[in-house]
T-cell receptor, first 112, second 112 residues
Framework: GENVEQHPSTLSVQEGDSAVIKCTYS??????FPWYKQELGKRPQLIID?????GEKKDQRIAVTLNKTAKHFSLHITETQPEDSAVYFC???????????FGKGNQVVVIP | DTAVSQTPKYLVTQMGNDKSIKCEQN?????MYWYKQDSKKFLKIMFS???????INETVPNRFSPKSPDKAHLNLHINSLELGDSAVYFC???????????FGQGTRLTVV
C-alpha cells in the first residue's frame, strides 16, 4: 500500500498568498522525497525534490522542507499565481526500493 | 524528441474485450512503471520493472499483464475489460527509483 499521506486534500488560496501541503511517510529507510505537479489533462511532472541529507531546498517560489524526526515533508508555494492551480503529489522512496508510490494528491486552487 | 511516449492516447472499447497500451522511452532508463489514475485523480502504482524484469506487482488483477520486450519498452495488456478499468493509464521511467521519473502523456481508457 501507499506509504505517504497527504493533507489537506483540497486547498484554496487567494492569488498572491502562500500554499503549504504536508506529507507524512512511514518507512524510515526513505531518503528521497519528490513533489510532482499535474495540471488538468496533463502528465505529472517533477517540480522539486529533496534528499534526507538536507532540511530545505528552494527553487524560486517553491520550497520543500523535511523533518526526518517527525517523518514529514512539506511543499511551500509563495506568491501563488493562477498557473499554480493543479494537483500536487508527493512520494517517499529510496534507492533499490523499486517502488515510486505517490500520496493521494492535493488539489490546489488559486483564486484570482 | 518525446522522452516517454504512449500509444494510443485514447481508447474506447466494450466490456469483455482485450486491449493493449504501448510505452516506449528513449532516455536509456533502467526503471519503468505503470500507473492507473482514476476519476478521483489518485495516481496508483500498478507495476515496476527494472531492466525489463518485473520487480513489483501491486496486487493488480491478473487480467493485467505487462510485457517488457527490452529495456526501452513496457507494454500493458488487459484481458476481459471491465467498466471499472476505465481510467487514465500512465507509463513512466527513471534511471533509478530515487531520481526524477518522466511520464508519458497518458492513455485514457473508456470501457463501455
Amino acid at each position: 500500500g501507499e506509504n505517504v499521506e497527504q493533507h489537506p486534500s483540497t486547498l484554496s488560496v487567494q492569488e498572491g498568498d502562500s500554499a503549504v501541503i504536508k506529507c507524512t511517510y512511514s518507512d524510515s529507510a526513505s531518503n528521497y522525497f519528490p513533489w510532482y505537479k499535474q495540471e488538468l489533462g496533463k502528465r505529472p511532472q517533477l517540480i522539486i525534490d529533496i534528499r534526507s541529507n538536507v532540511g530545505e531546498k528552494k527553487d524560486q517560489r517553491i520550497a520543500v522542507t523535511l523533518n526526518k524526526t517527525a517523518k514529514h515533508f512539506s511543499l511551500h508555494i509563495t506568491e501563488t499565481q493562477p498557473e499554480d492551480s493543479a494537483v500536487y503529489f508527493c512520494a517517499a522512496t529510496y534507492y533499490g526500493n523499486n517502488r515510486l508510490a505517490f500520496g493521494k494528491g492535493n488539489q490546489v486552487v488559486v483564486i484570482p | 524528441d518525446t522522452a516517454v511516449s504512449q500509444t494510443p492516447k485514447y481508447l474506447v472499447t466494450q466490456m469483455g474485450n482485450d486491449k493493449s497500451i504501448k510505452c516506449e522511452q528513449n532516455l536509456g532508463h533502467d526503471t519503468m512503471y505503470w500507473y492507473k489514475q482514476d476519476s478521483k485523480k489518485f495516481l496508483k502504482i500498478m507495476f515496476s520493472y527494472n531492466n525489463k524484469e518485473l520487480i513489483i506487482n501491486e496486487t493488480v488483477p491478473n487480467r493485467f499483464s505487462p510485457k517488457s520486450p527490452d529495456k526501452a519498452h513496457l507494454n500493458l495488456h488487459i484481458n476481459s475489460l471491465e467498466l471499472g478499468d476505465s481510467a487514465v493509464y500512465f507509463c513512466a521511467s527513471s534511471p533509478t527509483t530515487d531520481t526524477e521519473a518522466f511520464f508519458g502523456q497518458g492513455t485514457r481508457l473508456t470501457v463501455v
